[in-house]
């Protein structure tokens, strides 16, 4: 069982960047496959980015590529969502995934954080 909590959510004007975490507790953080997913008001949970458990392999969705990055630090039980270039599109509730498998399906995840929240204002 692994617990996982987000932070680093905020207001941001278009175009700025912000740097979200996730903190692992609860079980071996290095045998999960970690993933960012996002959910706006009235919108399915969207998948956004994942990392293998090493972080050999990442994986994003085509409106993250070349905009966010996918980070783990398994020292730290840490994954991070670098998010550059940000949009008003990608104002939703950001979530934090742990799981077996990288998949974009949500309900191929176990284990799910609360959520940060990004605003990008325009």
């Known amino acids: 069982q692994v617990q996982l909590a987000e932070s680093g959510g905020g207001l941001v004007q278009a175009g700025g960047s912000l740097r979200l975490s996730c903190v692992a507790s609860?079980?071996?953080?290095?045998?999960?496959?970690m993933a960012w997913f996002r959910q706006a008001p009235g919108k399915e949970r969207e998948f956004v980015a994942g990392?293998?458990?090493?972080?050999?392999?990442?994986e994003y969705a085509q409106s993250a590529r070349g905009r966010f990055t996918v980070s783990r630090d398994n020292v730290k039980n840490t994954v991070y969502l670098q998010m550059n270039s940000l949009a008003p599109e990608d104002t939703a509730v950001y979530l934090c995934?742990?799981?077996?498998?990288?998949?974009?399906?949500?309900?191929?995840?176990?284990?799910w954080g609360r959520g940060t929240q990004v605003t990008v204002s325009s």
């Open positions: 990392i293998s458990r090493g972080g050999g392999r990442n």
């Open positions: 995934a742990a799981g077996g498998m990288i998949a974009a399906s949500p309900h191929n995840w176990d284990y």
């Open positions: 609860g079980s071996f953080f290095s045998n999960y496959n």
